[in-house]
Nanobody, 128 residues
Framework: QLQLVESGGGSVQPGGSLRLSCAAS????????IGWFRQAPGKEREGVSF????????NYVDSVKGRFTISRDNAKKMVYLQMNSLKPEDTAVYYC?????????????????????WGQGTQVTVSS
């Protein structure tokens, strides 16, 4: 059974850092694009960062550019989101998601409709 499990969330002060991890089981991961999404209370879910199946393409929402870094290790079936210089507005539940698998080389998508496998989420709270 395909499963994604996030970890690494927590509470930090503004300016702090966290590293989120997403562990995949039940599938290879190397054929899937991966996205990190977040949802704050009362707000719609938004895509934060995306990475192609082989890691060659990455993208970020403007509000996190220069502060967040997405990476992946397909051999370990892991995806990471390094979050630096955190701000209170980064507070949200963060989810990792995988696209449908494809054999396309270095497959990339930032279309939320193409992400069908989701983790349970991990809470990130940035507050002084």
């Amino acid at each position: 059974q395909l499963q994604l499990v996030e970890s690494g969330g927590g509470s930090v002060q503004p300016g702090g850092s966290l590293r989120l991890s997403c562990a995949a089981s039940g599938f290879s991961l190397r054929y899937n694009a991966i996205g990190w999404f977040r949802q704050a209370p009362g707000k719609e879910r938004e895509g934060v960062s995306f990475i192609s199946s082989s890691g060659g393409i990455t993208n970020y929402v403007d509000s996190v550019k220069g502060r967040f870094t997405i990476s992946r290790d397909n051999a370990k079936k892991m995806v990471y989101l390094q979050m630096n210089s955190l701000k209170p507005e980064d507070t949200a539940v963060y989810y990792c998601a995988a696209s449908d698998p494809t054999y396309a080389n270095n497959y990339y998508t930032d279309d939320p409709e193409r992400y069908h496998y989701w983790g349970q989420g991990t809470q990130v709270t940035v507050s002084s």
